[in-house]
């Protein structure tokens, strides 16, 4: 019962972290694809508007809003690991052959700050071939976009996570348990009855998984990469992460005599 699921997703387009040499890397890449004249043919992905329908309704308009009015969303609330450069430089690919395919989600904060909820990535490749051709026609983004009060910050957050968790092809156990955290959090916050139970039905794993990913989130880094290379099980990575960190390093220390 223990053992985690398996999570599926397509790729993730959703980060704060930048790379300084991406430039560079889709600089070459974009030279590649104009002298191969190869089309890259993106799927849409779908069940991100599926999450936002089941989060905050069918309100929402969708607009083109200027970058230089974008704000990050908060590091608290996107805290998934970083997309390799490799899957960003595919991403930038297909933005320039095909156009934006899924329009980036916001939040209005006030009449020139929007708040990105999920499309950090796609925010940064516009940023990045905008450097790269001139064209002014990257200096906008097109974005669905919620008005002043039309979500609550639970709603607000909750659209980053979940957003992040179904775009994402793989999930480290720091992101399965960024994802399945907040949600409980939230549940509990709002004095939700059988928490566990709902997150189970909710994310379409077991109760006992929910338990132990919830755990997760004070794993410390190194023994959560022991966990994804298959060296610890999830139950006893869960134990572990019961511990104060400073045990935790401690145990850390000694892993080969223990």
């Given at each position: 019962d223990a053992r985690p699921e398996d999570i599926k997703g397509t790729i993730g387009v959703s980060d704060r972290f930048s790379d300084p040499e991406l430039k560079k890397a889709v600089q070459e890449s974009i030279q590649n694809t104009i002298q191969s004249k190869a089309v890259l043919e993106p799927e849409k992905d779908t069940s991100v508007e599926s999450i936002l329908e089941n989060i905050a309704g069918s309100s929402g308009s969708y607009q083109k809003i200027p970058r230089s009015e974008l704000i990050a969303t908060p590091a608290e609330w996107n805290q998934f690991s970083s997309i390799s450069r490799e899957k960003k430089i595919l991403m930038a690919e297909s933005i320039y052959r095909n156009g934006l395919q899924q329009p980036i989600v916001v939040r209005k904060l006030s009449d020139h700050e929007y708040q990105i909820l999920a499309g950090n990535t796609r925010n940064e490749i516009f940023g990045i071939l905008y450097d790269l051709t001139g064209n002014d026609f990257y200096l906008s983004i097109d974005a669905k976009v919620y008005d002043i009060n039309e979500l609550s910050d639970d709603q607000a957050r909750e659209t980053a996570s979940d957003t992040n968790y179904v775009q994402r092809a793989e999930l480290s156990a720091r992101d399965k348990a960024f994802a399945i955290h907040p949600r409980i959090e939230m549940l509990r916050k709002h004095k939700a009855t059988?928490?566990?139970?709902?997150?189970?039905?909710?994310?379409?794993?077991?109760?006992?998984?929910?338990?132990?990913?919830?755990?997760?989130?004070?794993?410390?880094?190194?023994f959560t990469q022991y966990f994804d290379e298959g060296k610890i099980r999830l139950k006893t990575a869960s134990k572990l992460a019961g511990w104060p960190e400073e045990i935790q390093y401690e145990l850390w220390k000694r892993r080969d005599v223990l």
């Open positions: 059988y928490v566990l139970d709902r997150v189970a039905e909710q994310m379409n794993i077991k109760r006992t998984t929910v338990f132990y990913w919830n755990k997760l989130v004070t794993l410390i880094p190194e």
